[in-house]
């Protein structure tokens, strides 16, 4: 691939990567509440209405979820950013999804219920905070650089606990909970995979190229001014609510 080419299409990476991070920082401020962590009323009368064991309708959900919760792809870009071997992302997704099913299944099972909006305030700050470590701000402030991957699986929680808040709010049927849980759960990570191949395709391209290096700071800048809107966003709903 010439070098033309490669910077033709750093420069479409970079305007997609930074088109995404625009546009939901500058849509925040009108994300209704169903949005947050939830499901569309459609998906949401079906949940409630379903009783008994519904692998593939459940998988899909879980998937569909995944693929338009613009928090969760915020934070995957975030992790991301800076890790250049297949391992690395491996870890960290993995570490992410371990503590998303803990919380998301014990959370619906044990009926553990938190305020949505305060669930959703930690996990804005999961995006403000994985921009200043790609920032390199941790080790600036505090001396030394908190463990990444333990952060990750702790917003791996929070992310978790913001969805089983909404399912418990739906009142979803006994029979086959733990079976549909099971296959939601699957559906996201089935989710989470196509959308981090996405994201990984856009960024390696993006990495071969000079902008990578000059708009790395800009770009996580926008995630972590996202992330403080979402914040503003979902402490203004708890406190009007």
Known sequence: MSIKVQSFMAKICLFVCMALVLF???I???IPDSLAHAVTEGDKGYIQETTGVHPIPFLYLGAKHMMTGYDHLLFLFGVVF???HLK????YVTLFAIGHVITLVSG?????SVNAYLIEVAI????????????????RWLGFQPSTKIATFIFGLCHGF????????YEISPHGLLPNLIAFNVGIEFGQVLALAVILILMGYWRRSSTFVRYAYTTNTA????GFLLIGFHATAFYTA
Request: glycine share 6%; hydrophobic share 65%.
């Open 24 to 26: 939901f920082a500058a």
């Open 28 to 30: 925040f401020g009108m």
């Open 82 to 84: 800076f890790l250049y």
């Open 88 to 91: 690395d992302v491996i870890t």
């Open 108 to 112: 619906v099972l044990l009926e553990i």
């Open 124 to 139: 804005a700050f999961s995006l403000v905070y994985i921009a200043l470590n790609n920032m390199g701000a941790f080790e």
């Open 162 to 169: 913001g969805l089983a808040t909404k399912f418990l709010d």
């Open 223 to 226: 995630l972590m001014t996202a």
